[in-house]
């Protein structure tokens, strides 16, 4: 489908600018729950969350029941209720090379398998690869992620994402430069920002304000500082998030120092890639000092930890970056350095490698889910928005059942959350009070349908990549 034709889909979507958009009507009741709030004093309560026009209206067991009738009622007896999890840093379109590049580290992972398979991607690949990543996060909880794309075709993420009931921000990858770097996803810089700008305008606001676009120049190595300057520079004057990577690993950061002559997350402050629009996913190699540079700016890190771990990056000082007085949000990264898409094991695993970091106290389980909900809609910026279950906020929100063996005897909500819980406890996801997973099954895209098409896709990719 031509761009223009996207555009015009997205404009009958979305015709208004986000704030100009009505929340979708939808009225649920969730009743009987333990609601862990993820408020500014971790509050639990027993009770009831109503959901009116997809904004939450009322909290506890007599005041929520009262503002009725609703059209849909959710009995959460013996379930959590909390904030949708946010994932910071994640690529949809990846979600097809899973387990097709395991085991080698970062540079060649990127050079030999994922840049030449998202050279070969088409306009079908490419949605099945969002389909099936937006599936995976909704069906384990996850309602908002920060994305990045590849560097074309990115209207069909945005559609997949739009269908998919997700609330995203997301772009398209910019690259400009690079050693390895495929010619078809090397573009020259006026086309990658006019692209950007193009697919800003098409798809911020769509899906009632779901969709908002992020400019994703991938990492320095890629890009060029003209490039990075006009992203830090749009980004700005938009109000829109400019994400990358940055101190992931030794080797890439003594590439940079020697291409560059200077460390990469100085560089990015220099391009005006910095502040709290800024998100830098990883930041493993940050000294102390530069962890105090970026508080005083307050730009955003998000911690994989499972991607760290599989690339052999090294594990993140994340207790010193919150000690600084960093916003550290959580992400999956991509399915092939993962390989899943899972924000509990994320979660489980950053609190884990924490105590091995920097002590058994230093990332408590409440902290970790702070990270994985409020921390994370402060790094995009939504905080107002999104990240707890309180009065006036969009209802975002998640059911996860405690029954399970793996979880019993269940006492304490953060330590059953952090430690025990699995992506399949899920049993009910809203997004904006949408009801998008329902007793554990997806409503708005056929799961088994995507998953029981990706393999011969996968293949289809492969092959023209080169890797069959
Ligand atoms: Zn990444």
Redesign the pocket.
């Known amino acids: 489908m031509s761009p223009g034709a996207w555009a015009v889909i997205a404009r009958m979507v979305a015709p208004l600018h986000p704030c100009m958009v009505p929340p979708p009507v939808v009225d649920v009741l969730i009743r009987n729950g333990v609601i862990v709030t993820c408020d500014a004093t971790d509050t639990v309560l027993v009770g009831d969350v109503a959901v009116r026009n997809g904004i939450i209206v009322g909290l506890g067991t007599s005041a929520a029941a009262q503002l009725g009738p609703f059209s849909s009622v959710i009995d959460a007896s013996g379930c959590i209720v909390l904030p949708g999890l946010v994932q910071a ?1 994640v ?1 949809l379109v990846q979600t097809l090379f899973r387990g097709l590049a395991d085991d080698v580290p970062l540079l060649e992972w990127l050079r030999r398998f994922i840049w030449p398979l998202e050279a070969a991607h088409d306009e079908k690949s490419l949605a099945l690869s969002a389909e099936l990543g937006a599936a995976e996060l909704l069906l384990g909880g996850t309602t908002t992620i920060l994305d ?1 794309g590849t560097v074309h075709g990115h209207d069909a993420v945005f559609d997949a994402i739009l269908r998919s009931g997700l609330r995203a921000c997301s772009g398209k990858a910019m690259m400009d430069t690079g050693d390895g770097v495929p010619a078809r996803l090397r573009e020259t810089t006026h086309d990658s920002l006019r692209e950007s700008e193009r697919l800003a305008k098409t798809w911020t606001g769509a899906g009632e304000g779901r969709l908002t676009y992020a400019y994703c120049p991938r990492f320095i190595l890629s890009c060029s500082e003209t490039l990075l300057r006009e992203c830090g520079e749009a980004a700005n004057e938009q109000g829109a998030i400019v994400h990358t ?1 940055a101190a992931e690993q030794e080797e890439e950061r003594a590439a940079v120092h020697a291409a560059r002559g200077g460390d990469d997350v100085a560089l990015l402050a220099s391009y005006g890639v910095t502040g709290p629009r800024a998100v830098l ?2 930041g493993v190699q940050l000294r102390k000092d530069e962890m105090k540079a970026l508080a005083l700016a307050e730009t955003r890190i998000v911690h ?1 930890p499972s ?1 760290n771990l599989k690339l052999g990056s090294g594990i993140a000082q994340v207790h010193a970056l919150r000690q600084a007085g960093v916003v550290v949000g959580l992400g999956a ?2 399915a092939p ?1 993962n390989n899943n898409l899972d924000g509990w094991l994320e979660m489980r695993l950053a609190a884990l490698l924490a105590k091995v970091r920097s002590g058994t106290t230093s990332l408590p389980a409440r902290d970790v889910l702070r990270m994985a909900t409020i921390d994370g809609a402060r790094v995009l910026g939504l905080a107002d928005k999104i990240g707890s279950v309180e009065v006036g906020k969009w209802a975002d929100l998640v059911v996860v059942a405690q029954d399970g063996v793996h979880l019993a005897p269940a006492k304490d909500p953060f330590s059953t959350l952090v430690y025990a819980m699995k992506a399949s406890d899920v049993r009910h996801v809203l997004v904006q009070g949408r009801h998008v997973v329902k007793n554990g099954e997806l409503l708005t895209l056929d799961a088994r349908r995507v998953a029981s098409l990706a393999a011969a896709e996968a293949r289809a990719v492969a092959a023209r990549a080169g890797l069959s």
Request: proline share 0%; charged share 10%.
């Open positions: 840093h690529h990045m990577h996913a990883h994989c991607s990264d991509g350095c």
